[in-house]
């Protein structure tokens, strides 16, 4: 564990449990209580305890910019982890100065002007289109997952959880509620849209076959 030059105080380990206890914070609640999904938080618990490993005896408010700078460059080769551990110290830091009485804060977090490591997107590889067509051709159990996969981008939770009433026939629509914040995402493109039609009537056809699927 690192150590810091720091003042007595509550450490950073008590104050990310703090952070995280359902009691004080209603984002950590159970998903089904309005919490932030499973996924979203075993993606932040992953970030927020290699702080805790690292830095959990040092005090928050001790923390500078150059010292958070320095921790962004460890991560010059993972720039998405490096960039995550950022995001989850402000986090941390602004929640911790709005609403606990367990330490004062500076107002100004000394994260919030660390430039974020660039980050190349790299696309998936595409299915051959041999691969494709002997997909659709045999009509797979799963080509309703294909579609949905391939013209909205979601991902699987949200797809699975798809109703036909989430298809607009007339205004070339998709409507869909992402699982990761549960905020409503409208899918217009023309060129997706239009299969609309056809994916709500397969998908009428196969709901029964997904639901038993997520059961399992």
């Not at 449990?17 to 998903?31: F, G, L, S, V």
Request: proline fraction near 4%; hydrophobic fraction near 30%; include cysteine.
């Amino acid at each position: 564990m690192r150590q810091l030059v720091h003042s007595v105080g509550l450490s950073c380990n008590i104050l990310i449990r703090k952070y995280i206890d359902p009691k004080n914070n209603p984002d950590w609640k159970p998903e089904d209580e309005d919490g932030l999904s499973e996924s979203t938080k075993r993606i932040y618990r992953r970030h927020q305890e290699w702080w805790r490993q690292e830095y959990g005896m040092a005090q928050l408010r001790d923390f500078t910019e150059n010292i958070l700078r320095d921790v962004r460059n460890e991560f010059v080769n993972e720039p998405t982890s490096g960039n995550a551990k950022i995001d989850r110290f402000k986090a941390i830091w602004n929640w911790i100065r709005e609403f606990s009485t367990a330490v004062k804060l500076p107002d100004v977090c000394p994260a919030t002007k660390i430039t974020r490591l660039e980050t190349l997107n790299e696309a998936h590889l595409v299915w051959p289109q041999a691969v494709i067509t002997k997909f659709v051709e045999d009509r797979n159990r799963l080509l309703t997952m294909y579609y949905l996969a391939r013209y909205s981008g979601q991902r699987l939770g949200d797809r699975r959880n798809m109703q036909c009433s989430d298809f607009n026939d007339e205004g070339n629509r998709i409507y869909v509620v992402q699982e990761k914040n549960r905020h409503e995402n409208l899918d217009t493109n023309p060129q997706d849209a239009r299969r609309a039609p056809a994916l709500a009537a397969r998908q009428s056809q196969e709901q029964r076959f997904f639901s038993h699927q997520h059961a399992r």
